[in-house]
């Protein structure tokens, strides 16, 4: 039953979006164009492209956080009953300058979240978003992290599926 709660409320979570006038493109390719950018995005190789969807920038952005703290992330299947589902919400203006970051969702795992917001802040900054996503000269952006119980994680928007 607790499984199926986590799931669930992982699914629940996932599903938030920054703001209805973000839409997705579904004939989008899975991966970015490799590229050199003077930004942390030297470190995946990627760089947006113009008119790039929300999920492909934010899977870049995934990668590239990733990147910034190897040892802190998960690089298997996330277990079936999660340590710590982690929420973050972060502001990223039109340069890729990290403006503004915070913790939407926790469970109150203090060390979860600290390690969240540590591999944010690591891998900034970030590509300059493409313009079709920006708002006001930035853009507001959600992310999961998915811990296991050994203190590692996942970003949700490039996480394997969940053992069962």
């Given at each position: ?129 493409p313009s079709n996503l920006l708002t006001h000269g930035r ?26």
């Amino acid at each position: 039953m607790k499984t199926k709660f986590v799931i669930a409320s992982t699914a629940l979570l996932a599903g938030c979006t920054s703001t209805p006038m973000y839409q997705s493109s579904a004939a989008s390719p899975s991966h970015p164009p490799a590229s050199s950018h003077t930004s942390n995005s030297s470190a995946t190789g990627y760089r947006p492209t113009p008119n790039m969807s929300l999920d492909n920038y934010k899977r870049m952005l995934a990668q590239q956080i990733s990147a910034a703290s190897p040892d802190k992330v998960y690089s298997g299947n996330p277990q079936a009953l999660l340590r710590s589902v982690v929420v973050l919400k972060y502001v990223v203006d039109s340069n890729g300058r990290l403006v503004h970051s915070d913790t939407l969702r926790s469970n109150g795992d203090s060390v979860a979240v600290s390690t969240a917001m540590s591999a944010l802040r690591k891998a900034a900054p970030f590509p300059p978003p493409p313009s079709n996503l920006l708002t006001h000269g930035r853009m507001e952006i959600l992310e999961t992290a998915l811990f296991n119980d050994d203190g590692r994680f996942q970003l949700r928007s490039i996480a394997l599926p969940q053992s069962e």
